[in-house]
């Protein structure tokens, strides 16, 4: 069975960093494609950031030159840093895992969920 564990948010000001991360099992990292999606109140589930390979990454524009994803394949965690942080940014954040080796930036695409982890940015 596969699991998806997130942690790392938090509150924080505008400009500031957070790392999430998102531990996996039951599945190895190394030929999964990942993805962080984000939920606002009020607001769909959307894309931020994926990649199947560390080199193999797509960003939602909102997120580009501020975001980066990236992965520990012998810790089987996802990571997720983000750096110039701004209140639009707040939201639950999702980590996702499809099935499918490909390239994806769909919710539908994917197989396996995390919980969430809450970011909230202060202005």
């Known amino acids: 069975q596969v699991q998806l564990v997130e942690s790392g948010g938090g509150l924080v000001q505008a400009g500031g960093s957070l790392r999430l991360s998102c531990a996996v099992s039951?599945?190895?990292?190394?030929?999964?494609?990942m993805a962080w999606f984000r939920q606002a109140p009020g607001k769909e589930r959307e894309f931020v950031a994926g990649?199947?390979?560390?080199?193999?990454?797509d960003y939602a524009d909102s997120v580009k030159g501020r975001f980066t994803v990236s992965r520990d394949i012998a810790k089987n965690t996802l990571y997720l840093q983000m750096n110039n942080l701004k209140p639009e940014d707040t939201a639950l954040y999702y980590c996702?895992?499809?099935?499918?080796?490909?390239?994806?930036?769909?919710?539908?695409?994917?197989?396996?969920w995390g919980q969430g982890t809450q970011v909230t940015v202060s202005s």
């Open positions: 996702a895992a499809a099935r499918d080796f490909t390239r994806a930036t769909s919710i539908g695409t994917f197989d396996w």
């Open positions: 039951g599945r190895s990292l190394g030929r999964t494609t």
């Open positions: 990649s199947i390979w560390d080199r193999i990454t």
